[in-house]
């Protein structure tokens, strides 16, 4: 099974700030990584696929970056409504898929 | 895209559930489904998927002989049957749509609420 390992576990960032999220995997997976933001009570929204590909609809403001084991989503100015829980997600070669334990982005 | 999930609520340890979910607006034969848990205070975890044509499933090792995930395309439903239910399979379930090509999950439904405890 292939851990995948984000940090921080919580961000203090000011609105209109950058913040920078990271996930390691324990092996290596290419490309095949998503992004994806939770808000309590919420259905999850995938944000970024294959690493650095915006979703649907997903402001430019969110950049995904990396490949092998080394990853980072950063938002390059943060808006109110991007307070939220982010997790990655790998789905490289066969199940099981795994999450990264999350990290949460705070108003400082 | 719309995912509705169904079929939560409060069992007892031991016991069974099947949870259920309708999908509409795409072609829901042609995409594998997911199910994914999130435990109070915890993370998202992924439990189970299923093939297109539900020939193939996968699940996380935590529920393998006692959840059987299965689809009926005719109904545009994938259901997750849960059997031998423990406390700690207590969770938020949201079922999600893949990725044309790869296993992100692109749409999800807003879950239901299973809680295990007697």
């Known amino acids: 099974e292939i851990v995948m390992t984000q940090s921080p576990a919580t961000l203090s960032v000011s609105p209109g700030k950058r913040a920078t999220l990271s996930c390691r995997a324990s092996?290596?997976?290419?490309?095949?990584i998503a992004w994806y933001q939770h808000k309590p009570g919420q259905a999850p929204r995938l944000l970024i696929y294959?690493?650095?590909t915006r979703a649907t609809a997903i402001p430019a403001r969110f950049i995904g970056r990396g490949s092998g084991t080394e990853f980072t989503l950063t938002i390059s100015s943060l808006q109110s409504e991007d307070f939220a829980v982010y997790y990655c997600?790998?789905?490289?070669?066969?199940?099981?898929?795994?999450f990264g334990q999350g990290t949460k982005v705070e108003v400082k | 895209v719309q995912l509705v999930e169904s079929g939560g609520g409060l069992v007892q340890p031991g016991g069974s559930l099947i949870l259920s979910c309708a999908g509409s607006?795409?072609?829901?034969?042609?995409?594998?489904m997911t199910w994914v848990r999130q435990a109070p205070g915890k993370g998202l975890e992924w439990v189970a998927n299923?093939?297109?044509?539900?020939?193939?499933?996968y699940y996380v090792d935590s529920v393998k002989g006692r959840f059987s995930i299965s689809r009926d395309n005719a109904k545009n439903s994938v259901y997750l049957h849960m059997d031998s239910l423990r406390p700690e399979d207590s969770a938020v379930y949201f079922c999600?749509?893949?990725?044309?090509?790869?296993?992100?999950?692109?749409?999800w439904g807003q879950g239901t609420l299973v809680t295990v405890s007697s």
């Open positions: 999600a749509r893949e990725g044309s090509t790869s296993s992100f999950f692109e749409y």
């Open positions: 299923i093939k297109e044509d539900g020939s193939e499933s």
């Open positions: 607006r795409f072609t829901f034969s042609t995409y594998w």
């Open positions: 997600q790998h789905y490289n070669y066969r199940p099981p898929w795994t």
């Open positions: 294959d690493a650095s």
């Open positions: 092996q290596r997976i290419g490309s095949n």
